[in-house]
C-alpha cells in the first residue's frame, strides 16, 4: 500500500468511469492504496448519487470497494479545517482542494494525486501531481 500517496476524490471517481480513458490510471491507482479522507469519501458517494445519477445499491458497492482498498480515512477534524483556511488564504486554493492538502499534509503524504490543482505546485512540502498528463516525449 502506498501510503506515501493522497488520492484526491476524482481518482476514485474515474476508477469506477469504465467508458472513461482515465480509468485505467484511476483503477490502477485505486489499487495500488494510498490515503484519503471522509471529505474524499463524501465528494464520491454525492458525485456518484447527484451527478452521475448512479443508484444508492451500486454506490453503496462502490463504497464498499473503496473501504476495502482503502480501510484508513483520514478523520476531518476542527484542526483540519483551520490548516485548509490558512492553506487556502496562502495559497489562493477553492477552500475544498486546501481541505484534501490539509489532509494529505495531517497524514504526512508527500504527494496529492489530483486532476483538480496545478499539477507540480508544491504546497507546504506536498507535491501537486496529475496522473492523467501524459508522459512528456
Known amino acids: 500500500m502506498n501510503v506515501d500517496v493522497f488520492l484526491d476524490s476524482n481518482i476514485l471517481i474515474y476508477a469506477f468511469a469504465e467508458q472513461d480513458a482515465r480509468s485505467p490510471v ?5 489499487i495500488s492504496g494510498g490515503q484519503i479522507s471522509v471529505q474524499v469519501l463524501n465528494e464520491f458517494v454525492n458525485v456518484s448519487s447527484r451527478k452521475l445519477r448512479i443508484d444508492w445499491p451500486e454506490v453503496l458497492q462502490r463504497l464498499a470497494v473503496v473501504n476495502q482498498l482503502l480501510p484508513d480515512s483520514s478523520a476531518l477534524t476542527t484542526e483540519t479545517h483551520r490548516a ?3 492553506l487556502a ?3 489562493k486554493l477553492n477552500f475544498y482542494d486546501a481541505l484534501i492538502v490539509a489532509s494529505a499534509i495531517e497524514s504526512e503524504c508527500a504527494t496529492v494525486l489530483s486532476e483538480d490543482m496545478q499539477h507540480g505546485m ?4 506536498v507535491t501537486i501531481e496529475n496522473p ?6
Not at 26 to 30: D, G, I, Q, T, V
Not at 122 to 125: A, E, F, P, R, T
Not at 132 to 137: H, K, Q, R, S, V
Open 26 to 30: 484511476a483503477k490502477r491507482l485505486l
Open 84 to 86: 485548509a483556511v490558512r
Open 89 to 91: 488564504e496562502r495559497y
Open 122 to 125: 508544491v504546497i507546504d512540502g
Open 132 to 137: 492523467f498528463l501524459a508522459p512528456a516525449p
